[in-house]
């Protein structure tokens, strides 16, 4: 791994630990609105799947060892096994799965990065409930009403911003020969 992919890497986890911190509880739900999704999709569409991939691993790997860089300056395993732990793990398969979609053409466009991004909350928001409703005894339908139906019109908005964020900065850091693109 190249210099510069260490440092694109270790970016996105910090940005990733810095925007769950954003947080804003909702009293409908234990899950609160993040900008997590956010620093997802925008690792994802910048770095492509490996590196973004990396960057959550890492991410999760030092919530895990107890650094308080979960939402709301929380740590530890008990998190991920918690009722919000779903999302996490869906962190991981978006960042693969926009990642992916976004390598399959040399430059980004806004609409593809946006249409990666939409699978990959996609992603998060199935993970998240499923384990929402497995944790804490719900029915997928509760789950899907209170860990999903709120947070999608944000998420929306979230998404268009990092899409016409994220296919510039690819394009650029492409352009500059700081991003390799396979293909």
């Keep these: 791994m ?9 970016m ?11 947080t ?13 999704e956010l620093a997802v999709c925008l690792a994802a569409a910048i770095l492509g799947s490996r590196l973004a991939l990396l960057s959550q691993l890492i991410y999760i790997a030092v919530g895990i060892i107890g650094m308080p860089v979960f939402s709301g300056g929380t740590a ?3 998190r991920l096994m918690g009722p919000t732990g779903g999302y996490i793990t869906g962190f991981l398969l978006a960042s693969y799965v926009i990642g992916k979609i976004v390598e399959q053409r040399p430059l980004p466009t806004i609409r593809r990065t946006f249409l990666a991004m939409l699978c990959g909350l996609l992603l998060i928001y199935t993970c998240g409930m499923l384990q ?4 804490t005894g719900i029915t997928l339908k509760a789950a899907f009403l209170s860990g ?12 268009v911003l990092g ?11 492409i352009k500059q020969n700081l991003l390799k693109v396979s293909g």
């Design 132 to 135: 929402l409703s497995l944790v």
């Design 148 to 159: 999903v139906i709120p947070f999608i019109g944000i998420a929306i908005i979230k998404i």
């Design 12 to 22: 996105f986890a910090a940005l990733m630990a810095i925007f769950a911190q954003i």
């Design 163 to 173: 899409a016409t964020v994220a296919a510039s900065v690819r394009t650029i850091l």
């Design 2 to 10: 190249k210099t510069t992919e260490m440092i694109l890497v270790s």
């Design 24 to 36: 804003i509880p909702l009293p409908i739900s234990p899950v609160p609105i993040t900008m997590q």
């Design 76 to 78: 530890g395993l008990a």
